[in-house]
């Protein structure tokens, strides 16, 4: 067997050079999906702060990439007093990423996972990072399992986890009508909204595939997203977030140009009252973002889900991922939890010692990015 060596990326230039090589990787991976694609990663890159540092760790064999770990550096700051550099994973932050995991060959997956997580040890002690926050593992899934399995046998490295949750409706065990799979409250909901938008006059859900007509729809589902929190007293997330806008708009015509884009809206008399936008891959359906006008009719999101649930199975797609959460509003359109994982990670140094006595997360008000 040929030996394989590890090697640290820490320019976008480097990074670029993995672009030949990153989806086919991807596609022999056991963690293939679609927030782990190069075109998503690329778009990221792309739009995230320019002070982002990236942290990538690569093993290779016989000049073959064979596994990649996508890090950036995040400075945090301990009891205001103390700087940390975290290593985080590669668009966790304000783009909708879900389902993070080392891409490897799956045939060898433990392993290479297990020298990745190495490589990383030894990058450590070269002072480059001081902790890992590793967020929204998939652990049902084989690549979680891997994963977790391979950070287990990596004894330098100590850890925490907490349970996050996700949702996901498993679309084979429903019936194409979708309605009648529903709650009554539910079905009635629908058919009520549905009458009354036949009653207002002409309407229609569309899905949208003209690349020249998608940045003015993209901007259509921002206004719409913040119209519904505006009625929360909260703002959107692309209103919040000026990078996830900024991402959504480099991703999207790829998305598109790839067949990914499932774009939806809702109009009655040429109005538009909501929309949904959601990505196709590997037969899943992976729901990102929705809007709809609040001052409108209640209800109308609720008619444009069930018109993209029979466009997910006319299209004989197995899964409806609702992704993080797992909310009241998910189970009635019959999803179920699913317990993934976000990991604290660290080696056992003296700077690290307050992790092995207290739990401390950067989510929390001892630690805090800076």
């Not at 993070?100 to 490589?119: D, G, M, P, R, T």
């Not at 480099?250 to 990505?279: D, N, S």
């Not at 359109?333 to 056992?348: D, E, S, T, V």
């Amino acid at each position: 067997m040929q030996i394989i060596t590890s090697h640290i990326i820490t320019s976008w230039s480097e990074v670029d050079q993995l672009k030949k090589s990153w989806n086919t990787l991807l596609h022999q991976s056991d963690a293939d999906n679609i927030f782990l694609t190069w075109q998503w990663i690329d778009s990221w890159k792309k739009t995230c702060s320019a002070n982002t540092k990236p942290f990538f760790v690569i093993l290779k064999q016989a000049q073959q990439v064979v596994a990649i770990a996508p890090f950036y550096i995040q400075p945090y700051r301990l009891l205001k007093c103390i700087n940390y550099n975290v290593l985080r994973f590669a668009g966790d932050q304000g783009i909708g990423s879900e389902y993070s995991n080392f891409i490897v060959q799956q045939e060898h997956s433990i392993a290479l996972k297990e020298q990745l997580w190495s490589a990383l040890v030894a990058s450590h002690k070269k002072s480059h990072w001081d902790i890992i926050w590793y967020s929204n593992v998939a652990s049902w899934t084989r690549g979680g399992e891997t994963l977790i399995a391979a950070l287990n046998k990596t004894k330098k490295l100590k850890q925490q986890s907490r349970e996050v949750e996700f949702a996901n409706t498993d679309l084979e065990k429903i019936s194409e009508q979708v309605l009648p799979c529903l709650s009554k409250s539910l079905r009635t909901n629908i058919k009520q909204t549905q009458g009354y938008l036949s009653r207002q006059g002409q309407w229609q859900v569309s899905f949208c595939d003209n690349p020249a007509q998608l940045e003015e729809e993209l901007q259509r589902l921002f206004t719409l997203h913040n119209l519904r929190w505006q009625k929360a007293g909260l703002q959107g997330s692309f209103a919040r977030r000026p990078e996830m806008a900024a991402f959504y708009s480099h991703f999207v015509p790829r998305a598109l140009q790839q067949g990914w884009l499932r774009l939806a809206k809702l109009e009655c008399e040429g109005i538009t009252q909501a929309m949904q936008i959601g990505y196709v891959y590997q037969k899943q359906f992976f729901a990102l973002q929705e809007g709809f006008n609040a001052e409108f009719q209640n209800g109308v999101g609720q008619v444009l889900r069930y018109h993209v649930f029979q466009q997910c199975l006319k299209e004989g797609l197995t899964d409806y991922d609702f992704l993080g959460q797992y909310t009241d509003h998910k189970r009635r359109w019959l999803a179920q939890k699913r317990n993934g994982h976000n990991l604290m990670i660290w080696p056992n140094t003296i700077k690290n010692m307050i992790f092995n006595v207290m739990t401390i997360w950067p989510t929390g008000r001892y630690l805090k990015p800076l």
